[in-house]
Structures are given as structure tokens and as C-alpha cells.
């Protein structure tokens, strides 16, 4: 009895809250609660793929290379193993808040629907990165109910996993034309080179590929 005497009194100060904010106490609970349900009812899909296998010599130059079951070139690697080059073109390119914002840019979402709705067409890209990693992992229509689910899957991704895992997997999974995937790849297969040893020409034409893969 005194248990539930003193649980009971834990939250009489809620009732002492002018009413306004009591009922906006309650709303975010219900609705922290609902994120935590929708998180369980709804988990984001593996973050890694099947890779490739490469066969390297002793100077890490690959000797031979097998696709995965799908048919895809996609060489692993680690941030390690990137040039740094590179990271910054593509964060200066793609998104360059990408260590500071949860998920979402609100600032540039804001900007695209503005100019959406002035011109009649996308004139510049809302899309964090991690919203890109959303999509590779788990595509999405491009229509207003499949980006809002992107958006919502990239605020779960950053909930669960940190800056640095979400920017690998971009690393090993953005496309770069027909079955190459994974600036690895990418950098062996048009450059003849580790993506580790990328100059800041090449790596600036690599943050770019993946815009338009098709185009390669």
C-alpha cells in the first residue's frame, strides 16, 4: 500500500500544471511512446549487404574479382580506407551538415518544397545523406508518402546507429552505373586504383557519379 501511495504521489505534480502544459506534458509521452512502438512494430532493414570477393596482391592491387549472388561488383571497405579526399567532396557535395543534423535537414527540406512550389519542379535536393542510405537499403516511390517514409526511416537509422556506420554504408552501397556499387569498386573499376589513393580530381568525380549512375 505505501508503494502505490508514493507512485500515486509522483505524479501529483502534474496535476498541479497550469492545464495548457499538462496536456502538452501528455502529448509528447504518447507520442514518444508511439515512436518507441512504431521503432519495435517496424525495425530498419540490415545495414550490410553481400560484397564481392577480391583477390589483391601484395601491393593491394586486385588480381581478380568475383560479383556476389546478385550479379553486383561492390568491394567492402572501411572509412579507414577511403581517401579523406574524397569524404570531403562528397559531404561538401551531398550534404554538408551531415555530422550535425539528427537525420533530416530541416533548413534545405524547407528550401526544396519552397522552390518546388515556385518553379513546379525539384530545383535543388532536400536529401540528407543518411536519407540516401534510407533509400539504398530500403527503396522508396519517389512520390510525397514514399519521402516522408524515407524521412522517417533516416531519423530511425540515426537513432540506432552512429554517424560513422551510416557514412560506411553509403561508402559501400551508392550506386555508380550498372552493377557497380561501392566507391571501392567504383574507383578500381574507372580509375584502376584503391579509393585510398584518390586524388582530389578523382575524388571530386566520384562524389558526383552517383547522381546519375546511369549516365556512366
Given at each position: 500500500?505505501?508503494?502505490g501511495?508514493t507512485?500515486?504521489a509522483?505524479?501529483?505534480?502534474?496535476?498541479?500544471?497550469?492545464r495548457?502544459?499538462?496536456?502538452?506534458?501528455?502529448?509528447?509521452v504518447?507520442?514518444?511512446?508511439?515512436l518507441l512502438?512504431?521503432d519495435?512494430?517496424?525495425p530498419?532493414?540490415?545495414?550490410?549487404?553481400?560484397?564481392?570477393?577480391?583477390?589483391?596482391?601484395?601491393?593491394?592491387?586486385?588480381?581478380?574479382?568475383?560479383?556476389?549472388?546478385?550479379?553486383?561488383?561492390?568491394?567492402p571497405v572501411?572509412?579507414e580506407?577511403?581517401?579523406?579526399?574524397?569524404?570531403?567532396?562528397l559531404?561538401?557535395y551531398e550534404?554538408?551538415?551531415?555530422w550535425?543534423?539528427?537525420?533530416?535537414?530541416?533548413v534545405?527540406?524547407v528550401?526544396?518544397?519552397?522552390?518546388w512550389?515556385?518553379?513546379?519542379?525539384a530545383?535543388?535536393g532536400?536529401?540528407?545523406?543518411?536519407?540516401?542510405?534510407?533509400?539504398?537499403?530500403?527503396?522508396?516511390?519517389?512520390?510525397?508518402?514514399?519521402?516522408?517514409?524515407?524521412?522517417?526511416?533516416a531519423?530511425?537509422?540515426?537513432w540506432?546507429?552512429?554517424?560513422?556506420?551510416l557514412?560506411?554504408v553509403?561508402?559501400?552501397?551508392?550506386?555508380?552505373?550498372?552493377?557497380?556499387?561501392?566507391?571501392?569498386?567504383?574507383?578500381?573499376?574507372?580509375?584502376?586504383?584503391?579509393?585510398?589513393k584518390?586524388?582530389h580530381?578523382?575524388?571530386a568525380?566520384l562524389?558526383?557519379l552517383?547522381?546519375?549512375?546511369s549516365?556512366?
Open positions: 500500500m505505501k508503494l501511495r507512485g500515486h509522483g505524479w501529483r505534480w502534474l496535476g498541479r500544471l497550469p495548457w502544459l499538462r496536456f502538452s506534458v501528455l502529448g509528447v504518447a507520442l514518444l511512446l508511439s512502438a512504431l519495435r512494430l517496424f530498419p532493414p540490415p545495414l550490410d549487404p553481400a560484397y564481392a570477393r577480391v583477390v589483391l596482391d601484395m601491393k593491394g592491387r586486385p588480381l581478380r574479382a568475383f560479383a556476389d549472388t546478385s550479379g553486383v561488383w561492390r568491394y572501411t572509412l580506407q577511403v581517401s579523406p579526399r574524397y569524404i570531403e567532396a559531404l561538401g550534404d554538408r551538415y551531415f550535425h543534423h539528427p537525420g533530416v535537414n530541416p534545405a527540406m528550401r526544396g518544397i519552397g522552390q512550389l515556385r518553379y513546379g519542379r530545383v535543388s532536400g536529401s540528407t545523406l543518411t536519407m540516401q542510405v534510407a533509400r539504398l537499403i530500403e527503396p522508396y516511390h519517389r512520390s510525397v508518402p514514399g519521402k516522408l517514409r524515407q524521412m522517417a526511416r531519423l530511425q537509422l540515426e540506432h546507429y552512429d554517424k560513422r556506420t557514412l560506411t553509403y561508402l559501400n552501397r551508392a550506386p555508380f552505373g550498372g552493377n557497380l556499387e561501392g566507391v571501392q569498386a567504383a574507383s578500381f573499376a574507372y580509375l584502376g586504383k584503391s579509393a585510398a584518390l586524388t580530381a578523382e575524388a568525380l562524389a558526383v552517383p547522381q546519375a549512375p549516365r556512366n
